[in-house]
């Protein structure tokens, strides 16, 4: 997988902001078809948990993974299928991510020894997997200019910015592992 240009980023983001209602929801409705899984993740867990802290975050936390799928799927072609990618792909991957997650937030306990292995292990996957560290950017703004408009939502803030993370991540295996079938 490789990283996005910031052209091919741009484009994608535009192409994102044109589609109406009618494609939006044709878009949603393949990706809960190809993904259901995942889909659920996404658009129940994930916004569930940063709606916990505050609710319109989690309304743009859902707005910003449509975006996220648009940029996918404009840059790199439709939507792999989760019976071609197996079952497994999303569960195998989001334990991974949730260790190395772990590891990342200071605040959890953890002895430093276990906490620098999945830290050093998650930057060399971040270097080595192109993790589309333009697009994380051009979201992380967005949450922040969002959340800066009312105080109430600054404590989703960074709720909200591990989940898109986390989502553009999958995105990025997901794609990944359908091009190594």
């Known amino acids: 997988m490789r990283e996005l240009t910031t052209r091919e980023l741009y484009q994608a983001l535009e192409y ?33 948990v ?13 707005d910003l993974c449509f975006d996220v799928i648009c940029v996918f799927e404009k840059t790199f072609g439709p939507l792999p299928s989760q019976n071609t990618l197996g079952f497994g792909w999303l569960e195998k991957s989001a334990a991974l991510l949730d260790t190395e997650l772990q590891a990342l937030m200071t605040g959890r306990p953890m002895a ?19 993790s589309q560290t333009g697009l994380v950017n051009f979201m992380n703004t967005a949450i922040d200019d969002f959340a800066s408009e009312n105080p109430v939502r600054v404590k989703a803030t960074r709720i909200t910015q591990t989940m898109i993370f986390t989502v553009i991540q999958l995105f990025g ?6 091009t190594a079938h």
């Open 173 to 178: 295996v997901m794609y990944g592992q359908a």
């Open 16 to 48: 994102a902001k044109t589609i109406d209602e009618t494609g939006g929801r044709k878009i949603l409705q393949r990706f809960q078809l190809e993904q259901p899984a995942f889909a659920q993740t996404i658009f129940g867990v994930f916004p569930q």
């Open 112 to 130: 430093q020894k276990i906490r620098d292995k999945p830290q050093d292990r998650f930057t060399e996957q971040l270097i080595d997997s192109n």
């Open 50 to 62: 940063i709606a916990e802290q505050n609710a319109d975050m989690a309304n743009l936390f859902m």
